[in-house]
């Protein structure tokens, strides 16, 4: 089974601090994404890869960074955290690009972030 | 703005009822993705439907995608305890965007 593994489950930070959020997949997928999941509003795409040193932004990239240095690793970077940012982030991966249905998204187990 | 549509937002019932959840957009979808997501854990797929007026059974758990392809119902029979969570869902339109609905929450007390 493909694995996707994100480091931090649960993460307080402080306004202004650096943030990482790694996210990890094992079976050499393609696609790579980071969602925020927030209550009412469901999951929305922040940033996703398609390839190596690849991105393009999603819905939301605003205040948000990535790398993607290694096709396995995409990490997400919050230069300077707000408390608007609180939320779960969600790192899922793809075999390729979406295409009626043949693929899907594997998810991570998430990263709760709250900021003070 | 939230192109998919998910009602009811939050459904508690008890062991032993059934149910039914819907998502409904204005767009048409290319295809339509149903997951499962439990607390403390990211969403997990259930299934994915493609063709209009397709129904896949999944034990007690029956989907249906909408001839017209804008809309699709998750129906549970006879609910159990271990169906309780968020249930989302994805729609992928002709242009490969992929878009969530906000998740339907549902309880099913013992």
């Known amino acids: 089974d493909v694995k996707v593994t994100q480091s931090s489950r649960y993460l307080v930070k402080r306004t202004g601090e650096k943030v990482f959020l790694e996210c990890v997949q094992d079976m050499d997928h393609e696609n790579m994404f980071w969602y925020r999941q927030d209550p009412g509003l469901g999951l929305r795409l922040i940033y996703f890869?398609?390839?190596?040193?690849?991105?393009e932004k999603g819905d939301i990239p605003e205040g948000y960074s990535v790398s993607r240095e290694k096709k396995e690793r995409f990490s997400l970077i919050l230069e300077s955290a707000s408390t608007n940012q609180t939320s779960m982030y969600l790192c899922?991966?793809?075999?390729?690009?979406?295409?009626?249905?043949?693929?899907?998204?594997?998810f991570g187990a998430g990263s709760r972030l709250t900021v003070l | 703005t939230q192109l998919l549509e998910q009602s009811p937002q939050f459904l508690s019932i008890q062991e032993g009822e059934n149910l039914t959840v819907y998502c409904n957009s204005s767009?048409?979808?290319?295809?339509l993705q149903w997951y499962r997501q439990e607390p403390g854990e990211g969403p997990v797929l259930l299934v994915t439907v493609v063709t209009g007026g397709e129904v896949k059974k999944l034990k007690r758990l029956t989907f249906q995608f909408g001839d017209a392809r804008k809309d699709s119902s998750l129906h549970i029979t006879a609910a159990q305890p271990g169906d309780t969570g968020l249930y989302l869902c994805?729609?992928?339109?002709?242009?490969?965007?992929?878009?969530f609905g906000a998740g339907t929450r549902l309880t099913v007390k013992p």
């Open positions: 767009s048409v979808f290319s295809s």
């Open positions: 994805a729609g992928t339109y002709n242009n490969n965007d992929m878009r």
């Open positions: 899922a991966s793809t075999p390729q690009g979406f295409s009626s249905g043949a693929n899907v998204l594997t």
């Open positions: 890869s398609y390839d190596v040193k690849m991105k």
